[in-house]
Structure formats: structure tokens, C-alpha cells
């Protein structure tokens, strides 16, 4: 069966990076976007951006470009969101998942909380 | 890219029916026949419940049904029960090629 597994919780100070880890098991990893997802506390979703695990190519939300890198490691199946200049509104729970079509967002991880603080 | 708009809260009884609007543009939901809808309950990862405007996935009732007229589009919850309590989020692909949210509806089964 599908299964997204995301590494665990991080705390970490404003100005810093974080880099969450996404991986893959039942299924082709490079046969699906990746997708990133956040949701702060007590707030929306909001959706940050997409890997193709098969070139590599991504495409970011407007509000990230410039502090989101997307990549991914087909040898074993994991893709990665690094978010960079880290403010403290940029803590929440982030997910990785992934469609069934062509735009849905069927699968997703159990989420990863990060938490920016001083 | 604005987030799509959702009406804050919904309700109804039980047994009832209640419908979810989501309003874009033609830059998005007029665009595209690719609007999804989520369930999400609290502390939990949010589920598809629709996607590609009104496909239901294997293991969604068919209690939940969705369409869309120009830059608006639907879902609608007949039968409400006790378990359809939750917040619902619309997604669309929009014409740059990212993805854009509702700002989500908090549905109460009175």
C-alpha cells in the first residue's frame, strides 16, 4: 500500500533552515508528484510546492520562491523540503503527498511539526 | 495567488443536506477541471474527498457529490451524520502551474 512516512518534529531558531524528509514506499517513487503542504496552528492549508521525482523539476508557490528548495533521492525514494530564513510565523505542520491523477492530493504523510522559536 | 473563497462556517441537522461553495477565478476553477475537496479532522492529516471537480475516490461515500459552474464550484454533503463534522478545504490547479487552497469551511452537525 502507498505509504508517506515524514521525519520527526523539529524546533528550531528565527534565521535558520529546516529540511524535512518525505519517503515513498508502495508504489513507482518517480510515477507521482510530491507535493508540500503546511498548515499553521489553528489556520488553512496552504500549498508551497511540487517535485517531479523523476527529473527533479519543481515548482514553488509564489510566497516561497527564493526560501523553499524541493529535491529528492531516487535511490531511496525520499524527497526533501528545505525551508530557509525561518521566521516565526513559518511554524506548522507540514505534509508531503501525493496525487492519484493529474491535481488531487491523495496520499498524504502524517505530517512533521516545525516549530520556529527563540 | 489569493486563496479561494470559502464560506467560514456551514451547518445542519442531521439527515440534512448542506452545500460548500468555493469561489476563484478563470485562472483557476474556470480554468481547469481540476478542483479537489478535503476533509480534515482535527489533529489529523486531511483526506481527499473529490477530485478532478466531481470523481469521488474508491471509499467515499456517495454521500459527498460536487460540480462547478464557471469560477464557483460545490460540494454537497447529503445524509449529514455526526462524523461529517469537520473542516473542508477546496483546491485548485491554477494557470501558472501551483496550486491554490480555500480558506476553508468549518462544518457543524447541530
Known amino acids: 500500500q502507498v505509504q508517506l512516512v515524514q521525519s520527526g518534529a523539529e524546533v528550531t531558531k528565527p534565521g535558520a533552515s529546516v529540511k524535512v524528509s518525505c519517503k515513498a514506499s508502495?508504489?513507482?517513487?518517480?510515477?507521482?508528484?510530491i507535493h508540500w503542504v503546511r498548515q499553521a496552528p489553528g489556520q488553512g492549508l496552504e500549498w508551497m510546492g511540487r517535485?517531479?521525482?523523476?527529473?527533479?523539476?519543481?515548482k514553488y508557490a509564489q510566497k516561497f520562491q527564493g526560501r523553499v528548495i524541493m529535491t529528492r533521492d531516487t535511490s531511496i525514494s525520499t524527497v526533501y523540503m528545505e525551508l530557509s530564513r525561518l521566521r516565526f510565523d513559518d511554524t506548522a505542520v507540514y505534509y508531503c503527498?501525493?496525487?492519484?491523477?493529474?491535481?488531487?492530493?491523495?496520499?498524504w504523510g502524517q505530517g512533521t511539526l516545525v516549530t520556529v522559536s527563540s | 495567488q489569493s486563496a479561494l473563497t470559502q464560506p467560514a462556517s456551514v451547518s445542519g441537522s442531521p439527515g440534512q443536506s448542506i452545500t460548500i461553495s468555493c469561489t476563484g477565478t478563470?485562472?483557476?476553477?474556470?480554468?481547469?477541471?481540476?478542483v479537489s475537496w478535503y476533509q480534515q479532522h482535527p489533529g489529523k492529516a486531511p483526506k481527499l474527498m473529490i477530485f478532478?471537480?466531481?470523481d469521488r475516490p474508491s471509499g467515499v461515500s456517495d454521500r459527498f457529490s460536487a460540480s462547478k459552474s464557471g469560477n464557483t464550484a460545490s460540494l454537497t454533503i447529503s445524509g449529514l451524520q455526526a462524523g461529517d463534522e469537520a473542516d473542508y478545504y477546496c483546491?485548485?490547479?491554477?494557470?501558472?502551474?501551483?496550486?491554490?487552497f480555500g480558506t476553508g469551511t468549518k462544518v457543524t452537525v447541530l
Open positions: 503527498a501525493r496525487p492519484i491523477g493529474d491535481y488531487d492530493l491523495h496520499y
Open positions: 508502495g508504489y513507482t517513487f518517480t510515477g507521482f508528484y
Open positions: 517535485i517531479n521525482p523523476h527529473i527533479g523539476d519543481t
Open positions: 478563470s485562472n483557476d476553477i474556470g480554468g481547469y477541471k481540476s
Open positions: 478532478d471537480v466531481s
Open positions: 483546491n485548485s490547479h491554477t494557470n501558472n502551474g501551483t496550486h491554490v
